[in-house]
Structure formats: structure tokens, C-alpha cells
């Protein structure tokens, strides 16, 4: 049985594992920065900023229940782009010139520098342990609709617009072709130090990347052939939140050509499923009769719990009751019938 909750101080040194095994900003290998992020999470779960989103950060992490361990970890920033700190990206575009002259006109691919100070909820940092990849269980879906379920719960603590930030294709070095045509020429450090930086100081960016139009067709290749792309790891992600209702909103991430993802909050097909149920045990269902959910968890030592359960769903005027079968409803946690939510796992 796998087990999805709000992250506690105790999961440091099994974050600490996963940050180590990926290269992700929002999950950096450095114990300080992951205790303080938990830390974040902590208050934000306990009492949100009903004032100040972007001080608002929910982390949340899928267990295996059998060792224990947190094999998985996603992430929800209630508001990515501030004054303080805004959110950054590369327009992409095209200009159309055209010489009367020689009778002769060109399409140009582009990009430009932009940046939000008041931007959307954000989704992000989600990685699953290696070992867990291609489960029968669906691991990584599970982490990632988790936040949907909290999100469709609690929908006044996130913006209208819910935003998602997808890695690309990076060489055999950790390398963004995209930052060594552009990004390293205009602000003289390597990918990963930007990255890093980025993380507390985006000043720089502004300051330092050019302000008008960057044309395509003076870049490498290499550099043209990533932008907007994802590496194979994040092919699943990008097919995930396509099929929910994200759609490519034609910005990148100005360091490396990540595509940016956008839906609006109501609209995304998991929070459109949310409904009240009474979940009660079964003896047996029939497989044709079935569709899996996810289920909120009642839970005295999490502040959000939950799991993936297959049941029958019955949809009456006045209740709606799921069914799952007994063996599975004793590993839920309650001894009797209870009412709780859920949205559609499909």
C-alpha cells in the first residue's frame, strides 16, 4: 500500500535521498535548504497566508507503506512571481519582414524577455525514486494528482491560473544547449551556478539578459531544436497534464527552453471530479464495474492524508457511496463507513 500526505520533518533524510538523485531546482541536494523548505511546508499546512501567497509552500510526499520510506515528492507554490521576486521566461514568437525590393519576405522565429510580478499558482518538484518508475500503481501520477485533491479542497489558497514548468532535453553533462547560446554568453557563468543563484537572486536576469527580440535563426542548432521540448524523463508529465487540461502557453524558461504549462484552476479535469462520497467496505466488485480515485483520509498525526483506491462508484439523489473491497477499506484507516472526498484517478 502506497500513502500520500503532507511532508513531516522526520522525511529530511529520505528527501535528502531523492534530491540526489536528480538535478532539480526545487530539490537540491543540500540538507539545509530541504529542512528549511519542510519547515515552509509545515506553516503552510498549518495556517496559509490568507494575505500573502508566495509565502505559501505545500509539499507533499508518497510513502511506501511496507518500508516505510518516501520513494516520491511534489510541490505546490501558491504564488510563483512576485515584486520581490518575479517570474522570468523567453516569449517565443515570430517577426515577419518583408523587402519590397527584392520581393522577398521571411518568417522569423523569436524569442523575448518577460516577467510577471503578480503570477499564478504553481506546480512543481516532482520526483519519484528510480526503483518506483513504471509501477503497476502508477506512483508518479499518484504524486502528482495529490495536489489536485488539495487544490480542489482548498481552492482559496491558489490563484485562478495554475502554472507548470517542464524540464527539457539536457546533454550528458547536466547541459542546456539553449544556456550556452544564449545564457552563457551574457552572464559569464555555467548552467547549474545560474540555476543556483536564481534561487534567492533573480536580479541578475533582468539586468544582464538581452531585452529585445533574440532571433532563431542565429542560434545553434542544437540550441533551436530544444526550445519548448522535454527530455524523455518528462515525457509522461507533459502527457499527464495535457490530458487534465494544461496547454503550452508558448513561453520557456529563460535558462533552458523548458516549456511553461498553464490551465485554469476550476478547469483542470481532476478538480472539475471532485465530489462528497461515503466510502463502505464490499465483498467483492466486479472489474467492469470499477474506476480508481483518489480519497482524502482522515488522519490525526497529517494535516492532509490520502491514497489511490479502486471501488464502485453509486451515485444516488440523495448520496453518493463508494465501494471498495474490504481487504483494501481496512488499509484506508477507519473501522466504519465515513464520508470524506474524492476526484477520478483515470
Known amino acids: 500500500m502506497f500513502y500520500l500526505r503532507s511532508v513531516s520533518a522526520s522525511d529530511l533524510n529520505d528527501l535528502y535521498e531523492l534530491s540526489k538523485m536528480v538535478t532539480f531546482i526545487n530539490l537540491p541536494p543540500d540538507k539545509k535548504i530541504i529542512k ?38 511534489s510541490m505546490i507554490h501558491s504564488q510563483h512571481g512576485t515584486d520581490d521576486e518575479p517570474h522570468f521566461f523567453l516569449k517565443v514568437s515570430q517577426e515577419y519582414k518583408y523587402s519590397q525590393t527584392i520581393n522577398t519576405g521571411f518568417i522569423h522565429g523569436t524569442l523575448k524577455l518577460g516577467y510577471e510580478t503578480n503570477g499564478p499558482t504553481e506546480i512543481g518538484g516532482l520526483v519519484l525514486h528510480p526503483d518506483y518508475r513504471s509501477h503497476q500503481e502508477r506512483l508518479g501520477k499518484q504524486i502528482s494528482f495529490v495536489r489536485f485533491l488539495y487544490m480542489g479542497l482548498n481552492p482559496e489558497n491558489f490563484k485562478e491560473e495554475v502554472h507548470s514548468e517542464l524540464m527539457p532535453p539536457l546533454d550528458e553533462h547536466g547541459n542546456s544547449p539553449l544556456w550556452e547560446a544564449i545564457g552563457r554568453r551574457f552572464l559569464n557563468m555555467n548552467y547549474n551556478d545560474a540555476d543556483v543563484l536564481s534561487r534567492n537572486n533573480k536580479e541578475f536576469i533582468l539586468s544582464l539578459f538581452p531585452s529585445e527580440n533574440i532571433y532563431l535563426a542565429l542560434l545553434p542548432m ?53 465530489m462528497k462520497v461515503e466510502i463502505h467496505p464490499i465483498d467483492s466488485l466486479s472489474e467492469d464495474e470499477t474506476d480508481e480515485y483518489m480519497v482524502q483520509l482522515p488522519s490525526t498525526k497529517h494535516k492532509f492524508f490520502s491514497a489511490k483506491v479502486t471501488g464502485y462508484l453509486e451515485e444516488k439523489k440523495t448520496s453518493t457511496k463508494l465501494f471498495v473491497l474490504k481487504e483494501e477499506f481496512k488499509k484506508l484507516g477507519p473501522k466504519r463507513p465515513f464520508k470524506t472526498s474524492i476526484i477520478e484517478f483515470n
Request: no cysteine; hydrophobic share 35%.
Open 36 to 73: 528549511k523548505k519542510i519547515a515552509h511546508s509545515l506553516k503552510s499546512f498549518e495556517k496559509s497566508s490568507k494575505s500573502d501567497f508566495a509565502q505559501n509552500h505545500f509539499i507533499f510526499v508518497l510513502e511506501d507503506k511496507d518500508s516505510g520510506k518516501v520513494i516520491g515528492v
Open 222 to 274: 542544437e540550441a533551436r531544436d530544444a526550445i519548448g521540448k522535454v527530455g524523455d524523463d518528462t515525457k509522461p508529465v507533459k502527457k499527464m497534464l495535457e490530458a487534465v487540461g494544461f496547454k503550452y502557453i508558448n513561453e520557456v524558461d529563460p535558462f533552458d527552453g523548458g516549456p511553461h504549462y498553464r490551465a485554469k484552476l476550476k478547469e483542470i479535469e481532476p478538480i472539475k471530479s471532485l
